[in-house]
């Protein structure tokens, strides 16, 4: 009987997986102090050039998990950070794409009633960044492609 439904949970819980049922669209933060704001920023390079991290700042906050130092082509990171005890945080992520191109700006501000990503974009070359925040204050995702 016991074995019976481990094999059923397996089977839910690979049901719900492959239907990404549960899954948070950009990351999933700790909240230390209720209402802090935290950030989880989904960012992809959609390019055939390694992105180089080329600095950023967890804003009024502290990284959790900081930015990758390369973010190869066609992968993935979530970066999040938290600002225990602020009002509000923004945070920058900065990487060159490639050894000698151009600078991708990924930027999330989280303040109440104005959660964007109006910084983010590149300084040159032909690519481009497709932002959306997924949710709001104080806990806010945002998803970033780089093309």
């Given at each position: 009987?016991?074995?019976a439904a481990v094999v059923a949970g397996l089977g839910i819980a690979g049901t719900l997986a492959a239907a990404g049922v549960g899954a948070a669209h950009a990351g999933t933060l700790p909240?230390?102090?209720p209402g802090e704001?935290?950030?989880?920023?989904t960012i992809t390079n959609h390019t055939d050039h390694t992105e180089f991290y080329a600095g950023g700042t967890p804003?009024?906050?502290?990284?959790i998990n900081a930015p990758q130092f390369a973010l190869a082509p066609g992968a993935s990171e979530v970066v999040t950070a938290s600002a225990p005890n602020a009002a509000s945080e923004t945070v920058f992520v900065n990487y060159q794409v490639g050894a000698f191109g151009p600078r991708a700006i990924y930027e999330l501000e989280n303040v109440r009633g104005d959660v964007n990503t109006n910084m983010t974009g590149t300084t040159g070359g032909h690519y481009f960044?497709?932002?959306s925040v997924a949710s709001g204050f104080p806990n806010a995702n945002a998803v970033y492609d780089l093309w």
């Open positions: 009987m016991r074995t909240v230390n102090h704001p935290t950030v989880a920023m804003g009024s906050g502290q990284w960044v497709n932002a």
